[in-house]
């Protein structure tokens, strides 16, 4: 579905992804992890257009490198930004219908309706803001808010960031309900065992160049893998 080829991004004389190529097949899961710094976000941000960026980022054997993102979003390639970016004085309400602001009227109206019904909460909490919610409540609703944009490959960028443990396995059962519903999903992550846990693929990124890539278990086997990223 994904093919990313030579990636690069820079801000100014600092490059802060070097040629990254990696793919996400149709239907799995990948992750990036790495360090703070490696460049996983500004992996993230280059796919969707949000930063500069050089190399080819082939989405269905299209070049969707050179546009801006709100074509890269009716592509269906849909991000949640790290630290959820909601509107803390809007309603959960509101800021779900900002997903869905490519859509026609009807459109947001059926995916709000379908999410409403599968997430009960939304519906007894849909006046309330977004700013009175706890760090879990805000990353489930960011992540809602993507679906609104009925995404093909959802970017789930840092999901665990600051969040408790249990949370953190509530957002991972979330995650792998969406993926056995066929959504294809790129997860940037630092928790490298949260990542383990639900990718097909890991992709490493090391000072912003792919230093390794496998599966979990190809990678959990390597002694390096699990002193720098496992802590094993």
Do not use: W
């Not at 996983?40 to 269905?60: H, I, W, Y």
């Not at 309330?128 to 970017?155: D, F, K, N, Y």
């Amino acid at each position: 579905m994904l093919k990313v080829e030579s990636l690069s991004v820079s801000y100014g004389h600092i490059r802060a992804v070097r040629e990254a190529s990696f793919e996400v097949p149709d239907g799995r899961i990948v992750a990036l992890i790495g360090a703070n710094g490696a460049g996983k976000s500004s992996t993230l941000n280059a796919l969707t257009g949000l930063v500069p960026r050089a190399g080819r980022v082939l989405f269905d054997g299209t070049d969707i490198a050179g546009l801006q993102t709100d074509a890269i979003v009716r592509h269906g390639v849909v991000q949640v930004a790290q630290g959820r970016q909601l509107f803390p004085e809007m309603s959960i309400r509101e800021n779900l219908e900002l997903g869905a602001f490519l859509r026609s009227p009807a459109q947001r109206r059926d995916s709000l309706a379908q999410l409403m019904q599968r997430f009960p909460f939304l519906k007894e909490r849909a006046e309330q803001h977004c700013g009175t919610l706890s760090g879990g409540e805000q990353q489930l609703v960011a992540i809602l808010r993507a679906l609104m944009g009925a995404p093909r490959l959802l970017l789930l960028d840092e999901p665990t960031l600051g969040l408790a443990p249990l949370v953190v396995k509530n957002i991972g059962t979330i995650i792998r309900e969406l993926h056995r519903e066929g959504l294809s999903i790129l997860i940037a992550e630092q928790n490298a065992a949260f990542a383990c846990s639900l990718a097909e693929q890991i992709v490493v990124l090391e000072n912003g160049h792919v230093a390794l890539a496998g599966t979990p278990v190809e990678l959990q086997a390597r002694d390096d893998m699990r002193r720098s990223y496992l802590g094993v």
